[in-house]
């Protein structure tokens, strides 16, 4: 069995945590080669690059002389003191470790920094495990355009579903995609309660334990709008054939259907490291990578329409992947400020998508030439600044 090396990038956190738990499982699969972080957890990083014995290890904060450090107690705490990485420090390290040769790059940074690190990925060859759907989303025409056929493997569960449907029929045979949402802790509330919400309510996700930006945008439906304009570029499928249905249980990942009236569905129990796992051994499975369901136990699935008055963010996300351009990237740096000005209890709940609908509105989409990387960075800086001044924070608040 040939041994995968890898490159992770966003170790520390929620992807990246559950990643390290299927490499430490499946040793005889996967050898970690690099390990990348933002910096707000050394500690764990380093644990992390001592356990795994990585040949680099990066952060985007900090400076090479305290990770250095860090990673040196760390190796001293686990009897192997001799043990000294390649340190990388700075906003282009995981972009420096995304184009260094492995045979997968799982990217599970969050936010639209993933882009160049997902570029870099690409370009050099290396399959992207992607995760940081942000990058795809702001993106979508470079990222295609650098990614050969099969190059590009999603790890969302949901386009993880759907990759794996896809497999059940060709391509002119989908009628529709149809992607599963929890609906978050505030399903079925109407508008008018979700004005008082609190940030540490939603934050309480019934069924996913992810980052804060993740896990309220699960609950704004955001994450949901973000993976309509995904599945796009991925499948390439048009706005129109990507359905979205509220399903609370989270165990139907998300569904096929073909254009004889047969629906194929991806079903287990809620697990990221079954998606991770495949993302990072794509095409082949991972024997044992999740739990299986129980089917000698009696359950109900629930499937409900998506609720638009009240959750508008998928809405949004359909106008702006039809637009295009430098829109997604405008409707994702929008919803960033936004939700950091809702946990810093600046805003109310339903004032996210309202400023980002906001936004939206305001931009114009014109760039002279073609979309480039630049263009992107630009539109992502504009729409920060915009949201800003329309919720009156100072630079320092997003």
Not at 335 to 360: K, L, P
């Amino acid at each position: 069995m040939t041994v995968r090396s890898v490159t992770l990038l966003g170790s520390t956190g929620s992807i990246g945590t559950q990643a390290i738990d299927v490499v430490l499982a499946n040793l005889d699969r996967f050898r970690v080669r690099a390990l990348s972080a933002g910096g707000a957890n050394l500690e764990l990083l380093a644990r992390q690059a001592v356990a795994l014995q990585v040949d680099a290890v990066a952060a985007a904060n900090g400076s090479i002389e305290q990770v250095a450090a860090v990673v040196a107690a760390a190796a001293r705490q686990a009897g192997c003191a001799a043990y000294e990485p390649e340190i990388l420090v700075g906003p282009q390290a995981s972009t420096e470790l995304a184009s260094r040769p492995v045979d997968v790059v799982l990217n599970g940074m969050t936010g639209s920094i993933g882009l160049e690190p997902t570029l870099a990925a690409l370009l050099a060859g290396n399959t992207l495990a992607l995760a940081n759907k942000e990058s795809l989303i702001v993106g979508g025409p470079l990222v295609r355009a650098a990614a050969r056929p099969g190059q590009l493997v999603p790890v969302d569960s949901e386009h993880s579903a759907l990759a794996q449907c896809l497999r059940g029929g060709r391509a002119q045979e989908v009628r529709r995609l149809v992607l599963t949402a929890s609906g978050g802790p505030f399903r079925g509330m109407p508008r008018s309660r979700l004005r008082d919400v609190t940030p540490a309510q939603a934050l309480a996700h019934p069924t996913w334990d992810m980052g804060r930006m993740v896990t309220t945008n699960s609950a704004t439906l955001v994450n949901k709008g973000l993976e309509v304009i995904e599945a796009h570029l991925l499948f390439d499928i048009p706005f129109d054939r990507i359905d979205v249905v509220v399903h609370p249980q989270s165990v139907v990942h998300s569904m096929v259907e073909f254009f004889d009236g047969s629906t194929l569905a991806q079903a287990s129990p809620p697990d990221m490291r079954l998606p991770i796992a495949l993302g990072l051994g794509w095409p082949d499975r991972i024997p044992d990578a999740a739990a299986a369901c129980d089917w000698t136990q009696a359950a109900t699935w629930e499937f409900f329409p998506l609720d638009d008055d009240a959750f508008p963010a998928v809405a949004l996300a359909r106008r702006v992947g039809s637009a295009g351009g430098t829109f997604p990237a405008v409707y994702n740096a929008a919803n960033e400020v936004s939700v950091n000005a809702f946990h810093d209890e600046a805003i109310r709940f339903t004032d996210i998508v309202d400023t980002v609908a906001r936004v939206v509105e305001r931009h114009d989409g014109s760039e002279s030439g073609p979309l480039d990387v630049a263009a992107v960075l630009r539109a992502d800086r504009w729409a920060r600044g915009e949201a800003r001044r329309i919720l009156g924070l100072s630079e320092e608040r997003e």
